[in-house]
């Protein structure tokens, strides 16, 4: 029988045999290699040695890689999905912002130029398309103001349809209407200047502002307007010369008139046309220097 193999110096650890730093980088790899030496049992070493060669499989070695990029690529995949969900949640509200800021601006917009639309209808006449009486008292405010500052004369005319409460009983008011809107048309035509205001002061009266405009270029103008409504021929058969006219009443203010206001200019204008009105009517009076102008 085989006696046991009980020699000591034989059973020494792996790593001694083979040395610990290569045992550490073979498990590390993967890779073992088995040293087998033979011995009788008289202790004898016999003259070889065999060894075995171990190591793990190529997919056995990848698979902690294989692992570990699948991981990662996850990773990878959900980080693109994050931004690419992120981006798109930020073009569309930048989206949204920009609609909601065009259509804010286009509101804005209709909503200025309905106020411009409601301005213009809060100045204009309804029946003959020009100012108003309001717009007048606050240009005529504006403009006068301005004549102080700047050291300008200002003049006013007032316009007045003679006998036109006889045409409103002979023709009626439809008729009467469409004479202040052909008289208003006229007027229009005579203002000389971009500057020049024409206004509806009431009735079948008619107001001027004439901006840096002296006594007799007033006087002109309004002789030029008076013509124009007698050349418009409208049938008159309550009047005297068997037409409709005008009367003109103009004033005008220096700047150097400390005691004059807008209210007074106004007022002299007034004067002016029933001075007009008293010496026959179809004529212009200028209330500075009383001259008058026109048929007598």
């Keep these: 029988m085989t006696p046991p193999f009980q020699d000591e110096r034989h059973q020494r650890p792996l790593q001694r045999l083979i040395g610990r730093p290569f045992l550490a980088a073979a498990l590390s790899l993967g890779l073992l290699t088995f040293l087998l030496v033979a011995t009788n049992v008289w202790l004898a070493w016999r003259a070889h040695a065999d060894a075995w060669s171990v190591a793990l499989s190529e997919e056995e070695i990848l698979s902690h ?6 991981v990662q690529a996850i990773c990878l995949l959900l980080l ?3 931004i690419a969900l992120s981006g798109s949640y930020v073009f569309r509200s930048m989206k949204v912002r920009r609609d909601a800021d065009r259509a804010l601006h286009n509101a804005h917009e209709q909503i200025m130029r309905k106020n411009q639309q409601l301005a213009e209808l809060a100045d204009q006449d309804g029946l003959t398309g020009i100012f108003n009486r309001r717009a007048f008292d606050l240009r005529l405010a504006e ?18 349809v003679d006998h036109f409460k006889n045409y409103n009983d002979i023709y009626g008011h439809l008729a009467g209407d469409d004479c202040l809107k052909q008289v208003a048309s006229a007027l229009s035509g005579a203002m000389r200047r971009p500057g020049d205001i024409l206004a509806r002061y009431g009735g079948e009266e008619f107001v001027a ?3 840096d405009t002296d006594g007799q270029g007033a006087l002109e103008v309004a002789n030029s307007a008076r013509e124009r409504i ?10 005297d010369i068997g037409i409709v006219t005008v009367s003109c009443g103009v004033a005008t203010a220096g700047w150097n008139d400390t005691n004059l206001t807008s209210e007074k200019l106004i007022d002299l204008s007034d004067q002016a046309l029933y ?6 009517r179809n004529m212009c009076i200028l209330s500075a220097s009383g001259r008058a102008g026109g048929d007598q």
Excluded at 143 to 160: A, E
Excluded at 275 to 280: E, H, P, V
Aim: aromatic fraction near 8%.
């Design 143 to 160: 403009i006068f103001g301005q004549s102080r500052r700047y050291q300008r004369k200002l003049s006013t005319i007032i316009f007045d």
């Design 275 to 280: 001075a007009a009105k008293r010496l026959g």
């Design 209 to 211: 502002i004439l901006p």
């Design 65 to 70: 890689w294989r692992n570990d990029t699948q």
């Design 230 to 239: 007698e050349s418009l021929m409208l049938v008159h058969a309550g009047s």
């Design 80 to 82: 693109i999905t994050v």
